[in-house]
């Protein structure tokens, strides 16, 4: 995308503030990553961020082993659906779709994907998928396999400020020409639960609705329809209070405020109140562990040495591959895995 565009969505703003006053964070996050993700491929060492099915396909083949696995424990119903939401460059898919396609799984591929440039990388990674706008046009029947990694970290968040008037929304107004963000007029307090509503003065309280709504239709769907579903983000899984909104460009974090459209806006998932709204929908939810426990539990590093001793010439690279995916200090901790599955089906290796 040109700079151009990234000040069409600058203007837009600046203009939308000056006439109405300040709008969401909610919007302005929405609206920005939207803008982002539409127009370019922002994955890789040349572009902003590097995920986990690019450091190396170990990451999609584990993932497929164990979507394969539960499927065939399940009584190996057809017909089957994978559904990934957010599928990037479609890599994850693609190193899934293959791993399982070894164990006699070979679901149909339906890809939930807003952006055009990047559902057109996916058309030639995954060839013969079904794209959907959202789940509401995934097929009704059959069992779902459903995968997300760095999906609902994407999704806007709402937050609430506590000020000396009592809870407001956080919203973004102009100082100048710079995006600041500000404390909305409207009281919010009827927004929080009792329990959360006493805090100290600064106090933000972040939640995702977009988030909030994906696991309750996904828990839906898998009462329905059988399945399983993973979740990959980071993020805690415990309650917290306070902001993780960041923005990161070219592998840097850089000021939210600062280039709306220009830098991927993401906030930590919430797997705490995800699980529970998983769980009050009636499916099962099979925990929540750390990405380095549950690719180790599925043999990451018998993988990394089979495909070491295939090709000797890449095993430096396979190990520091596996070393990034797992290891404590890189995304082995921070990142994490929450499964959940139809109330009839098996328990997960790896939970
Ligand atoms: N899963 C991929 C990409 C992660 S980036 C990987 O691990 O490499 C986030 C992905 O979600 C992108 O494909 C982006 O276009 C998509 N996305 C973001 N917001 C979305 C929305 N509201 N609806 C559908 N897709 C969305």
Known sequence: MSEDDSGRLSAVFRRLIANTGPISLMHYMGEANARYYDSRDPFGHAGDFVTAPEISQMFGELIGLWLADMWIRAGREEPVHYVELGPGRGTLARDALRAARRYGLEPRAHLVESSTALKD???????????????????????????????????????????????????????????????????????LPEARRAAAEGTIIETCPGAAAVMYEVAGRLVAQGGAALFIDYGSDEVYTGSTLQAVRE???????????????TAHVDFATLATIGQSRGAKWLGTVEQGRWLRELGIEARADALSEFAPQHADAIRSARDRLIGEGQMGALFKVMGFAAPSWPDGVGF
């Open 121 to 191: 990388i996916q058309q030639v990674t995954i060839p013969g998928a079904f794209w959907h706008h959202d789940l509401s046009t995934v097929p009704m029947e059959g069992p779902v396999l459903l995968v997300a990694n760095e999906f609902l970290d994407a999704l806007p968040v709402r937050q609430l400020v506590m000020t000396a008037q009592g809870w407001r929304e956080r919203m973004v107004g102009l100082s100048g020409d710079r995006f600041v963000p500000v404390a909305g007029a409207q009281p919010m307090d009827a927004a």
């Open 251 to 265: 592998h840097r974090k850089v000021d939210p405020f600062l280039a709306p459209g220009e830098a991927d806006l």
